[in-house]
T-cell receptor, first 114, second 115 residues
Framework: DSGVTQTPKHLITATGQRVTLRCSPR?????VYWYQQSLDQGLQFLIQ???????AKGNILERFSAQQFPDLHSELNLSSLELGDSALYFC?????????????FGQGTRLTVV | GNSVTQMEGPVTLSEEAFLTINCTYT??????LFWYVQYPGEGLQLLLK?????DKGSNKGFEATYRKETTSFHLEKGSVQVSDSAVYFC??????????????FGTGTRLTVIP
């Protein structure tokens, strides 16, 4: 158990809909990272938050957004969903703002868009 | 920019065979290098890491040496077990000097070890 909790584990939704994925980082970790893992794209970095503020942005679509709350949990919002958004979404946390320290991954949320 | 090129899989080995998974990288700064492992149905777990040139990371019988001259970080294990069956990801993190603070992953190599 990595200590990072992601909910829900599975999500099935229709095209055009909006979903929210939730991540609770390990106790004491201030950084939260979101990754998308798909068969054709591999693991893609989406966005990072550190202590409530956006720190780095990767290949995140404009239809996607995220935030980190004062209690440090994070939510990834995906809207106007398309079939191609079907993927495994991972959250990771680390104690510092850089991933040179160990990052701990959650078990992921599998999103299926039908 | 930063990128990781990883040996294509899948790799199938018999138990007790020698494992090598190749990984090369391109980086603009002074990266740290990692191997992560993903067991079926689970998230990624850090297997080992090296933060500077010539460092050797090791864990659970796996080893990888940070070779700056060849920009490589190949993963090796002398004798694999069935329980090593998983997907292995090579990754790099820049030092933070460029302002990007995330891991760049390779495409992953699926290893299957048969008894």
């Amino acid at each position: 158990d990595s200590g990072v909790t992601q909910t829900p584990k599975h999500l099935i939704t229709a095209t055009g809909q909006r979903v929210t994925l939730r991540c609770s980082p390990r106790s004491g970790d201030l950084s939260v990272y979101w990754y998308q893992q798909s068969l054709d794209q591999g693991l893609q970095f989406l966005i990072q938050y550190y202590n409530g503020e956006e720190r780095a942005k990767g290949n995140i679509l404009e239809r996607f957004s995220a935030q980190q709350f004062p209690d440090l949990h994070s939510e990834l919002n995906l809207s106007s969903l398309e079939l191609g958004d079907s993927a495994l979404y991972f959250c990771a946390s680390s104690v510092s703002w850089t991933m040179n320290t160990e990052a701990f991954f959650g078990q992921g949320t599998r999103l299926t868009v039908v | 920019g930063n990128s990781v090129t990883q040996m294509e899989g899948p790799v199938t080995l018999s138990e007790e065979a020698f494992l090598t998974i190749n990984c090369t990288y391109t980086a603009t700064g002074y990266p740290s290098l990692f191997w992560y492992v993903q067991y079926p149905g689970e998230g990624l777990q850090l297997l080992l890491k090296a933060t500077k040139a010539d460092d050797k990371g090791s864990n659970k019988g796996f080893e990888a040496t940070y070779r700056k001259e060849t920009t490589s970080f190949h993963l090796e294990k002398g004798s694999v077990q069935v329980s090593d069956s998983a997907v292995y990801f090579c990754a790099l993190s820049d030092s933070g000097q460029t302002g990007a603070n995330n891991l760049f992953f390779g495409t992953g190599t699926r290893l299957t070890v048969i008894p």
